[in-house]
Every structure is written in C-alpha cells, then in structure tokens.
C-alpha cells in the first residue's frame, strides 16, 4: 500500500553496499521531534503561576512520573526522562501520522507502522533492562528466572517459561505497536476505498454504501486517535514494568 | 489444493483470533467496569493493571492479524 512506502527524498552515502539516504520516514520522525520540541519549549518557563500551556506540558510530565513512581517506586523516577521522551515520542510520531494534511497535499507518512522503527525501541528498552539488571544485581539478576517460592520439583519447567517469556518481550513491545498503527491505517484505508468506489459505481451505490461508510469512518478515526494514545500509554507502562523487574527482581507480574 | 487458495484460506482463519481477541479485551474492560462501579474509590489507583490486561488480550487478537498479513504477502 502506497501509504507505507518507504521512499528515498535525496539519496545520502553508502556503506557497505547499504544505500543511507534520506527517506520519507526519517522526514516525518524529524517533524514528530520539531513538534515535540515546539510542545516542549512553550511549556518549559518554568513560571511560578503556569499558564496554559505550560499546565498542559506539566500534566503529561507529571503523568509519567506518577506512572514511573507507582510501578517502579520512589527510586524509579530516574527512568523517568527516558519512559517519558518514549511516551511523548510514540504519542507524537502516531498523531502526526493521523494528522489531515493530505488536504494540502502533504501525505503524513506514521513512523510508527513500520517494525524497523519500532522494534529499535524496542530494543533500546530491552537493553537499558539488561543494562539495569546486571549493572545492579550481576549475575543475581538471573534468579528472575526463579520466582520466590517455586517448589523443587518444577525447578526444570519455571525457569525455562520465564527466560521464554522474559526473551518474548521486546518482540511483544515492537509488534503491538506496529501491528495497532498498521491495521488502523489499513482499515481506514479500506473504508476511504468503499466511499469512492461505491460513489464511482453511480449515484444510488454512493448513497447506499458510501454515507454509511463514510459515518463509520468518522467514528474509526476517532477510535484510531484513542488507538494512537493507548498505545503510546501502553507501551510506556510495560517498560516501566519491565524496568521494575530488572530494578527489584520479581514483585511479579510477569506480562508477555 | 491450490497452495495460493490455502493462504487465503489461512488468512481468513486467522481473522477468527482477532474476533476472539475482541473478545478478550470486551472481557477485560467489562470487569474492569464492574469492579469500579461497586467500589469507586479503588478505581482509580487500577487504571495501570487495567491498561496491562489489555495489552496481553489485545496482543494475542494483532498477532493473528500478523499471521493474516504473512499469509497473504509475504509467505
């Protein structure tokens, strides 16, 4: 589907072999962060009585870090820069990807649905638990493969579940979100094809299949906007949970 | 049979985990509701848990939505 392609702007260097140009993707991953900055920058007066936008930047920063503190506990707020620029990123990159300026002719392209850029997210929360963990507990960090409490007898069935399901996450993490953006788009895009094909088909199609669609497909951008936000939310909330597994090795909740 | 036919045979089984998956997550906000009509004041300290239930059901419904998708174009 055009709308996924990744497409060179202007072509950059090689390396081996490797063509490194300038794509649409990173185009629109520069515009996410421009207008993350822009966000950022007019909340950050730091002014005794805030103002409006300086309350709304403070609400979502204040968000993570009460997100942060209960999952992870008082010492988790130094992750807290990290979950947070994750959050606001994924958040971000998904509404500019919604964002209706096809109109003007500029096709928004989500950085999102596409496993490269989300398994790389994936995989710097992984490490920074792999980091955590061992830098914290060295090699104690194993036993969260042995949960408090196991009976000797399953010794040879637990650990092996709990390595499977611990080795499972970044792939979890990465596909949610790319799958979410991914068929959102996909479903939108099926029902933009029922409106014009059907009003394409004559006059009496166009009424019969393309207002019903179209009204539905007021409601699914609606829900696809929930989508963008739930997601961002979801993913911050299992890094500070996976986080808190390598920070306190199991108050167990162990979630694929 | 035709191995292209079977794919997309395969692929519309598939659909059938998402539905289920819809299922799962309908569950998980249902008793979520539940739970926080009767007891209001707990409600809000749960919002976390709730959001994790979510994303174990709601992951098992996008990866059969990921099998559909191999099916069709990459497989």
């Known amino acids: 589907m055009h709308q996924f392609e990744v497409q060179t702007i202007f072509d950059g260097f090689r390396i081996g072999g490797h063509e490194i140009g300038f794509t649409n993707s990173a185009l629109w991953m520069i ?18 009585i ?23 506990g008082p010492e988790g707020r130094k ?68 949960p408090d409490g196991t009976p000797v ?81 979801v993913f911050a909330l299992l890094t500070s949970l996976y986080i808190n597994d390598a920070v306190h090795l199991h108050s167990h909740e162990t979630i694929g | 049979m035709d191995p292209e036919a079977a794919k997309l045979i395969g692929a519309g089984l598939a659909a059938i985990g998402a539905g289920l998956a819809s299922l799962g997550v309908g569950n998980v906000f249902a008793k979520f509701l539940e739970g926080a009509l009767r007891n209001p004041g707990a409600a809000d300290q749960e919002q976390g848990r709730l959001f994790i239930g979510f994303a174990a059901a709601e992951l098992l419904g996008l990866l059969s939505f990921v099998i559909a998708i191999i099916l069709i174009f990459v497989a």
Request: hydrophobic content about 60%; overall charge positive.
């Open chain 1, 31 to 48: 515009v996410a962060m421009l207008c993350l900055g822009l966000f950022m920058l007019g909340g950050m007066r730091r002014s005794l």
């Open chain 1, 50 to 72: 805030p103002g409006r936008w300086q309350m709304m930047v403070e609400s979502f920063t204040g968000f993570i870090d009460g997100m942060v503190t209960t999952n992870i």
């Open chain 1, 79 to 146: 992750y807290a820069p990290y979950v947070f620029s994750l959050f606001m990123f994924i958040l971000v990159a998904n509404l500019v990807g919604m964002a209706p300026v096809g109109v003007i002719g500029l096709h928004p392209f989500t950085v999102t649905s596409h496993l490269t850029v989300t398994g790389i997210l994936a995989i710097i929360s992984f490490s920074i638990v792999l980091l955590v963990g061992f830098a914290k507990h060295g090699f104690k960090f194993l036993t969260l493969f042995v």
């Open chain 1, 153 to 233: 007898w399953l010794l040879w069935l637990i650990p092996p579940i709990e390595f499977f399901s611990f080795m499972v996450r970044p792939f979890s993490l990465a596909l949610r979100l790319f799958v979410a953006m991914t068929a959102g788009h996909i479903l939108l895009k099926v029902l933009a094809g029922f409106i014009i094909n059907s009003t394409n088909a004559g006059v009496g199609y166009g009424l019969l299949v393309g207002i019903p669609s179209f009204t539905l497909m007021l409601g699914i951008t609606a829900l696809e906007l929930l989508v963008a936000g739930v997601q961002a939310y």
